[in-house]
């Protein structure tokens, strides 16, 4: 099975600008998880939808958006980013047996200028 | 915060087993002990998981003592290529699987 891949692999933006990040799980895998990780903060999780529907969310400001699409692709996006989002961010899909293990794509480099 | 304590840095000969401690002493009946290790700038790649039993697959072995309050990771023949920083993470289905990481355990391969 190919892996879960995300695009772009790396991206620059300024201050202000908003970006769309793109992730395809795993054929099969229903549940898409993003993480942000950063030097000083390591890995954080964003949040993780299922089905379409957002299921959890971590403690990031409403800037930080996401959808899942039918056919369990998911995006990701920021607005009006600032600095401090200069980070890789991670998609991570997972099945829904009971142990839910997640795998996780090669992730998306930020740079916010 | 994370549930889980690693020492931040280890070292090991490459052909010897390494094994990495972690401890997670307030861990739920219902909790799985999850392993992932991330080698720079890469994803962060699973290895191993369990719940109560030692287990094993092509990777590594998972030891996880009887009280569950700690456990470790043995990757029984090192390779320089297993140079990364590993995690040690606890979940469950009542968070839906939510995986809250740890700095984890730098880990380096000495020839």
């Known amino acids: 099975k190919a892996g879960v891949t995300q695009t772009p692999r790396y991206l620059i933006k300024t201050r202000g600008q908003q970006v769309t990040l793109s992730c395809s799980p795993i054929?099969?895998?229903?549940?898409v998880s993003w993480y942000q990780q950063t030097p000083g903060q390591g890995l954080q999780f964003l949040f993780e939808?299922?089905?379409?529907?957002?299921?959890n969310k971590g403690n990031f400001p409403g800037r930080f958006s996401g959808r899942q699409f039918s056919n369990s692709r998911s995006e990701m996006n920021v607005s009006t980013l600032e600095l401090g989002d200069s980070a890789l961010y991670l998609c991570?899909?997972?099945?829904?047996?009971?142990?839910?293990?997640?795998?996780f794509g090669p992730g998306t480099r930020l740079t916010v200028l | 915060d994370a549930k889980t304590t690693q020492p931040p840095s280890m070292d090991c000969a490459e052909g010897r087993a390494a094994n990495l401690p972690c401890n997670h002493s307030?861990?739920?009946?219902?909790?799985?002990v999850y392993w992932y290790r991330q080698i720079h700038s890469q994803g962060p790649q699973y290895i191993i998981h369990g719940l109560k039993n030692n287990e094993t697959n092509e990777m590594a072995s998972l030891i996880i003592t009887e009280d569950r309050k700690s456990s470790t990771l043995i990757l029984p023949h090192a390779t320089l290529r297993d140079t990364a920083v590993y995690y040690c993470i606890v979940a469950s289905m009542d968070s839906n699987y939510q995986l809250i990481w740890g700095a984890g355990t730098k880990l380096i391969i000495k020839p």
């Open positions: 307030t861990i739920s009946g219902n909790e799985y």
């Open positions: 939808y299922f089905s379409e529907t957002q299921r």
């Open positions: 054929s099969g895998h229903r549940s």
């Open positions: 991570a899909s997972s099945t829904i047996d009971s142990t839910d293990t997640q795998y």
